[in-house]
């Protein structure tokens, strides 16, 4: 009997090591690019569950689906299907030289339709981070919100204003240097900006790393990117503004109040500790306050 017993306990634990191990399995990262309706290769990635909800984030600025490697790590949220892409110019997707491709909103608008698409995410919720709530702004315009869940703008470009942006003339212009040594320094003090408590050093480096991978070209372009409000006017889907209030590059209470103007349906959440990254500065919250807006809007 005694043996029997011990028999039975090692079946058991060696059924709960492989369902570990397929749990695991299933879990495990997916890579694979996508092609833009212009040709550009989109570098995306998934992690999670992929039975799950889906969220899709999209970064900022200088960015990579990097970003958002707290996200991705986070017990909370990797019951999700978590997509993530390197926007045009940015990570390992495709870097055109011509300025029409960063500088007209409609085509960061296409690569994440194609994105979606090529995912075969079910309505998804739309993470965008900074640069990354104008081209949600720009997919709402051009493709309504019938295929989406819900959106979050994290301290989201929503206008090019200079009411709601705030001005860093030689910052941006250092980044379009082509002198290599100025250049560096401008992407250095553009990250440096991005944080009212600035990460571990070996987190920031890997983002400074991630900044000096991004196009010249867009860094150009992109500052005079269109940006069409009217479907974030018509939104009907849940949209949540999530700011940090020390934000140095956006600022977040006239940004909330034009999106307000636009769309009188909008929620928003303000950490007043955090500036323009909070999904960094405050992962833990940023994953619990993101989850509960994605269950809120699934249930609707």
Known sequence: MHFTRIRAGLRGLLLAGLLALWTLAQAADRHYTVT??????????ETGNPDGPAIVFIHGLLGSRLN????QDSALLRRYRLVSYDLRGHG????????????????????LDAVLRASGARRPLLVGWSLGGAVISNYLAAYGDGA??????????????ADQIVAHPQVYRDMVSPDLATHLDGERAFLALCFARRPAAALFARLLANAAMASWDMQAAVQSMTVDLSGLRQARVPVLLLYGERDALVKAHAAIARARQLNPRVRSIVYPRSGHAPFVEEADRFARDLAAFAASAAGR
């Open 92 to 111: 390992l997707s495709g870097k055109p030289a011509d300025p029409a491709a960063y500088r007209e909103g409609r085509r960061w608008a296409d690569d």
């Open 148 to 161: 989406i869940g819900g959106a979050v703008y994290v301290n989201g470009v929503v206008e090019l204003a």
């Open 68 to 71: 958002w490697q707290a996200q």
């Open 36 to 45: 833009a309706p212009d040709g550009v290769a989109l570098a995306v990635q």
